[in-house]
């Protein structure tokens, strides 16, 4: 039996609503809400918050890390390798991307089941399109992990019984290296090619898992294209009140973690022995059929695909388009940061990554590590206090104020740290945080990655 182990997933804490595009782009917009990424995020950043998520609630042996995107923060490097040191894995295990389509997402997970036992598939996706346009609102960002492999890494909570991929060459939705947005065709071509190769697919798997579409508890149809996925699940056979929520409304369209995302928010609320179809519309079609265990019912995520969209603050569109770089602005009037020390971050890279102090023969715990200590000690997963503060308007930031407190952890270590997610008048003596992967600027091409603390709230990581 090979299967979902566990999952994981990260909805950015701002959101934007859809209804103040148009009074400043003259068009676009419409109703409900999509998930930001702040502007410290990167589908790489993301992905380790997905990721750490899923292994926070099976602690599985990884032996081969997946990652894929859309949106890499880099090219001509492997962006996996960044998830990999955050989430200090042993130098034994494989770290591969897939990036550059939707599709890559599920060529990752099969490779995963396909693979060695104990695989970690992660996707992180920013969903960026021109003002006004409908990818900037239709698309969101956010990440999903799923842990897979078989009874002998630990209880499979959901079954893979069949999956069946279509192929096909046509040119629908395109980017071309270096553009910052994609392009597409008249949206009912591709509603038109995807829905023959899905229901093709749809039939093909239920045949290979000995089923139909009668016996069929959830269907999950994602993909970029929302008329082929309406299409799709209409012409499947199967009830439409057993069609999954895309999510639309409240978090958009999260591109290529959208699959696996889906498939987590199902899970989270599928009965043991239930049918659960994926389907996934990308340059083709992919069909995923699995029967959840009866281990599912004693499973609990770190945080819920349901308990992060509801929560979240929101952001201004003028703030928005700053972050993903469509509106100039006055930058900071202080010398930007310099460029990072390849070298430098290669020494440290357990301290910079990982977030990993160091303790001596008195139990004391040291932030950064001490050369003179040789027991390391794992920060990441550490809760700490605010025991002071400062709100500082004139240092560079791309998004003051910035905020920095001084944290005193759990079980010893006090450093002083930046603050993410927060608003600066929300920020208290005494108020609870919790350690975040993020970016700190981006120099020469080269991002600095570290760690800030957040805001510990109900319905996010903890």
Request: a negative charge; glycine letters at 12%; hydrophobic letters at 40%.
């Amino acid at each position: 039996m090979r299967g979902i182990l566990g999952w994981g997933v990260h909805l950015p804490y701002r959101r934007l609503d859809r209804a103040a595009i148009a009074a400043v782009a003259g068009g676009g917009g419409g109703r409900g809400t999509r998930t930001v990424a702040c502007y410290d995020e990167d589908s790489t950043t993301m992905g380790v918050a997905a990721a750490r998520a899923a292994l926070r609630t099976t602690p599985v042996a990884v032996r081969s890390l997946w990652f894929a995107t859309t949106e890499p923060a880099y090219l001509d490097r492997t962006n996996a390798t960044g998830v990999h040191a955050a989430l200090r894995l042993d130098r034994t295990v494989a770290a591969y991307d897939a990036v550059g389509s939707v599709r890559g997402a599920l060529g990752a997970l099969r490779a995963g089941l396909a693979g060695d036992s104990g695989s970690l598939v992660v996707a992180g996706d920013l969903r960026t399109g021109l003002p006004g346009g409908p990818d900037e609102a239709t698309g969101g960002d956010g990440a999903a992990a799923l842990l897979v492999g078989s009874e002998a890494d630990g209880p499979v909570l959901a079954e893979v019984l069949g999956w069946t991929s279509l192929t096909e060459e046509f040119l629908d939705r395109w980017r071309t290296p270096g553009a910052p947005v994609a392009r597409s065709w008249e949206e009912r071509f591709g509603e038109t090619r995807y829905t023959a190769l899905g229901t093709e697919a749809l039939k093909l798997a239920l045949d290979e898992a000995g089923t139909g579409p009668g016996h069929v508890d959830r269907l999950i149809v994602a993909g970029l294209n929302g008329r082929a996925a309406k299409a799709v699940a209409a012409r499947s056979g199967i009830e439409a009140g057993k069609v999954a929520d895309r999510l639309d409304a409240t978090v958009g369209n999260t591109g290529a973690a959208q699959p696996a995302m889906l498939l987590a928010a199902a899970l989270e609320t599928a009965r043991p022995n239930a049918l659960i179809v994926l389907i996934s519309l990308s340059d083709g079609a992919d069909v995923v059929v699995l029967r959840t265990t009866e281990a599912l019912a004693g499973y609990r995520p770190a945080s819920s695909v349901a308990a992060q969209t509801a929560a979240g603050a929101p952001v201004s569109y003028g703030r928005y388009l700053a972050w993903r770089g469509l509106l100039p602005v006055e930058p900071p009037r202080r010398p930007e940061p310099g460029r990072t020390s390849s070298s430098a971050a290669n020494r440290n890279a357990e301290w910079k990554f990982g977030f990993v102090g160091s303790t001596g023969a008195d139990g004391n715990v040291q932030l950064p590590p001490s050369p003179l200590q040789e027991l390391r000690h794992p920060m990441a997963d550490a809760l700490g206090t605010i025991v002071t503060f400062t709100t500082d308007r004139l240092a560079y930031s791309p998004s003051p104020p910035l905020v920095f407190a001084v944290v005193d952890f759990d079980g010893g270590g006090r450093l002083p740290v930046e603050l993410t997610d927060v608003d600066a008048d929300e920020v208290a003596i005494g108020g609870r945080v919790e350690m975040t992967f993020r970016r700190l600027f981006t120099a020469d091409g080269i991002h600095n990655y570290f760690w800030k603390a957040r805001p510990v709230r109900g319905g996010e990581e903890s």
